[in-house]
């Protein structure tokens, strides 16, 4: 063999074994599986990885973009970053992952003298979340872009990368709809707990636990629990629900032979009511564990659940409605007349607060305003009276504030029930029979109708008179509002008797006139009545 061969041989057998040396020891940069496949709102953890790293080629730091598609998936916040091991093992490291206007960048290096990382080991780990969005085959990727290593010198560092893809399906889910309700104190709200994705496989029968805080919520007992359609729509099912030490068990199963149900929808309802307690913005959790699925052949079906979470706040206001008569200006049949308005004799300023003066009048049309009255709160049979507000009585008896709104709003302060206290300045002033239910809600209030018989502590005598049958008013004559007309109440008569066109205090029919029709119908009929406000 001539010599020119032998070393031409040597030659390349050096080459071929530096080719097997750079590829064994190339530096690469990749996320820890190439594929994965996720169900809707299920969370997956990434770790962006390094290899390859020798003691010729070590790290000291890095800079990384990553990047996804937000149709597909989403990440809490930045804390969704962790930092790995591999250069923190090696020394102090600064670390920081930053949003950028596509995706996020991340960078991390050893501080001070190092001699680099070397070998294999995890960058930083990011937890991602499936969205409600179906990729298709073709999935969705994860990419790592815009790669700078560097070695102990702060020389770059040659590497290759490999993105993840990720394939979203909808799977099998079981969830809680919805999965934020924002409620006030003592509220109710019915949660579905749902079943969706199973087009492929289909189900006989569940086992859910479901779990709440009581310190924020509470349910009336297993009737709060209704069947859901989803598998009784299939056949005859055997449903039930078990109180357990920790929350309660709710089993469903489709009897005899079946297909099972495929498809989504709900498998069962629970009505839960909000103590008063807040929660904060954090709102506190509906969970669902310890589920068990099965198939037709009693097969389990896997799965993936979210739960639902409840916000819980205090009211600012609570609201109730109120309807009222008023024995002076009372028209047989169910209304009163408006003098004092139409004519222009009632006054801008409050009679029961003289701070109070409106630059105009609210818009009632088509009623029209008899005159002020004022309503007050009572939280108990004998408590102290707050929350005074001043208020238009309209012709068909409605209350209505000061703009006009019949839904009369009052400062919560921690109870829903109130005894309601009504007064007007020559009438006799009543309260309610019984405590009223307000509302955190002004399209949902109930107006408490303090015209009908049984209505106003007291019974149907003290406070007020039968205007008609059936119907009660507060009864006239009480000119100094002390709760009993009085033959000083006659007195105020005397003294503004022969007034005309005005707004005056013994004017008991508020017609605007102090006449003997106001002494001889609405005093003496009256005389001796007395209030029976504890």
């Known amino acids: 063999m001539p010599r020119y ?34 169900s809707y709102f299920e969370p997956v953890t990434l770790a962006v990885n390094v290899e390859g790293l020798t003691a010729q080629e070590a790290l000291r730091g890095f800079k990384i973009h990553l990047d996804f598609d937000e149709t597909y998936l989403e990440i809490a916040d930045i804390s969704a970053f962790q930092e790995g091991t591999f250069l923190s093992s090696v020394g102090s490291t600064q670390w920081y992952a930053l949003e950028a206007d596509q995706g996020y960048i991340i960078t991390c290096s050893i501080m001070g003298y190092t001699p680099g990382a070397v070998g294999s080991g995890t960058l930083f780990t990011v937890d991602l979340k499936a969205k ?100 009784s729509s299939v056949g005859s099912t055997q449903w039930y629900v078990l109180e357990a030490d920790e929350g309660y068990i709710i089993s469903c199963a489709i ?18 009511q909000a103590k008063d307690q807040s929660t904060g913005p954090q709102g506190t959790d509906v969970t669902l564990s310890d589920i068990v699925l099965r198939d037709p052949l009693n097969h389990t079906v896997d799965y993936i659940s979210r739960d639902g979470n409840i916000v819980i706040e205090p ?11 008023l024995q002076g200006p009372y028209v047989i049949g169910g209304s009163m007349t408006h003098i004092l308005s139409d004519n222009g004799y009632l006054p801008l300023t409050s009679p029961y607060d003289t701070n109070l003066t409106l630059d105009a009048f609210p818009d009632v049309s088509p009623r029209h305003i008899v005159d002020w009255i004022t309503v007050q709160l009572r939280p108990s049979l004998t408590g102290a009276e707050e929350q005074p507000q001043n208020c238009f009585l309209l012709d068909d008896g409605t209350v209505v ?12 302060n921690g109870s829903l029930e109130y005894y309601l206290i009504v007064r007007h300045r020559n009438h006799l002033e009543v309260m309610s029979a019984t405590p009223i239910a307000f509302t955190p809600y002004p399209q949902n209030y109930s107006p408490a109708d303090l015209t009908l018989l049984d209505s106003i502590m007291g019974g149907n005598v003290h406070g007020v008179s039968e205007v008609e049958a059936g119907v009660l008013a507060l009864s006239s004559g009480d000119a100094d509002q002390n709760g009993t ?18 707004y005056y205090t013994s004017d008991f029919n508020l017609n605007g006139i102090v006449s003997t029709t106001d002494i001889n119908r609405y005093w003496r009929t009256t005389a001796g009545k007395i209030s029976q406000i504890p």
């Open 255 to 272: 009897m005899g032979y079946t297909p099972g149900a495929f498809g989504s929808g709900t498998l069962f309802y629970v009505t839960l």
């Open 315 to 325: 009211p600012p206001y609570i609201y109730t409605g109120l309807k009222v008569f």
């Open 5 to 38: 061969m032998t070393v031409k041989a040597i030659i390349l057998v050096l080459f071929g074994i530096l080719i097997v040396h750079t590829v064994s020891a190339e530096i690469r940069v990749y996320i820890d599986e190439p594929s994965y496949t996720l």
């Open 485 to 502: 007309v009085t033959s000083t109440d006659a007195n105020y008569w005397r003294t503004e008797s022969g007034l005309l066109y005005g």
């Open 132 to 231: 409600d969005q179906s990729t298709g085959t073709a999935g969705t990727d994860v990419t790592l872009s815009e790669i700078i290593l560097r070695d102990p010198l702060n020389q770059n560092l040659l590497f290759s990368s490999a993105d993840c893809n990720i394939v979203i399906n909808p799977g099998v889910m079981i969830y809680v709809e919805p999965a934020q309700e924002h409620i006030y104190h003592y509220d109710q709200v019915t949660l579905a707990v749902n079943i969706e994705g199973s087009q492929d496989v289909s189900l006989r029968g569940y086992q859910i636990h479901l779990d709440f805080d009581d310190t924020y919520l509470e349910i009336a007992g297993i009737s709060a629990f209704q069947e859901g359609p989803f598998l």
């Open 401 to 412: 504030d000061v703009t006009g709104n019949p839904a009369l709003a009052f400062d919560y």
